[in-house]
């Protein structure tokens, strides 16, 4: 089975690295990457992924903002959100506006295809290098997907 899978990222070299770590894992192939909200919306019509990863900020709208609008179209693609932010409030803010999953940019080398496989079958992603506090060091584990204080609010996968 191949995973379908669509790039949102307005920064030109992170979406190249996506998609370089995407083609190398064999069950998935890249459909699109594109850098606005209206193409993001535009191509989950007419290619129907199976996941989208989207970026946190995607001028001018945030995330949070974007999801809804995905959620609208009807279409049962899983989301799974990017930042370079290892703040636990706007992973809390982009899972309740309806993501399936959040990882941090810093962990694609070992973490995106995992991120990605685990939102596709249902399963939901949370980076590991998540904190409480902005501006504190990253704490949790990237290997269980787990970060410090979620869990204990329903937030851990």
């Known amino acids: 089975m191949t995973i379908r899978a669509l790039i949102a990222d307005d920064n030109t070299?992170?979406?190249?690295?996506m998609h370089w770590f995407i083609d190398k894992a064999e069950e998935f192939v890249v459909v699109g990457a594109i850098r606005t909200v209206a193409e993001t919306l535009e191509l989950i019509q007419s290619l129907q992924p199976d996941?989208?990863?989207?970026?946190?900020?995607?001028?001018?709208?945030?995330?949070?903002?974007?999801?809804?609008?995905?959620?609208?179209?009807?279409?049962?693609?899983?989301?799974?959100?990017?930042?370079?932010?290892?703040?636990?409030?706007?992973?809390?803010?982009?899972?309740?506006?309806?993501?399936?999953?959040?990882?941090?940019?810093?962990?694609?080398?070992?973490?995106?295809?995992?991120?990605?496989?685990?939102?596709?079958?249902?399963?939901?992603?949370?980076?590991?290098g998540l904190s409480e506090t902005p501006g504190a060091a990253p704490g949790g584990s990237p290997e269980t997907g787990q970060a410090p204080g979620l869990e204990a609010r329903g937030w851990a996968f």
Do not use: N, W
């Open 51 to 128: 996941v989208v990863i989207l970026d946190d900020y995607l001028p001018p709208v945030p995330a949070a903002a974007a999801i809804p609008q995905i959620r609208a179209l009807g279409l049962p693609v899983r989301i799974l959100v990017a930042s370079m932010e290892p703040d636990a409030r706007l992973a809390r803010q982009v899972m309740e506006a309806g993501a399936d999953g959040f990882i941090l940019k810093t962990e694609f080398a070992d973490h995106l295809i995992p991120a990605i496989r685990a939102v596709y079958e249902g399963k939901g992603y949370l980076s590991g």
């Open 13 to 17: 070299p992170l979406r190249q690295v």
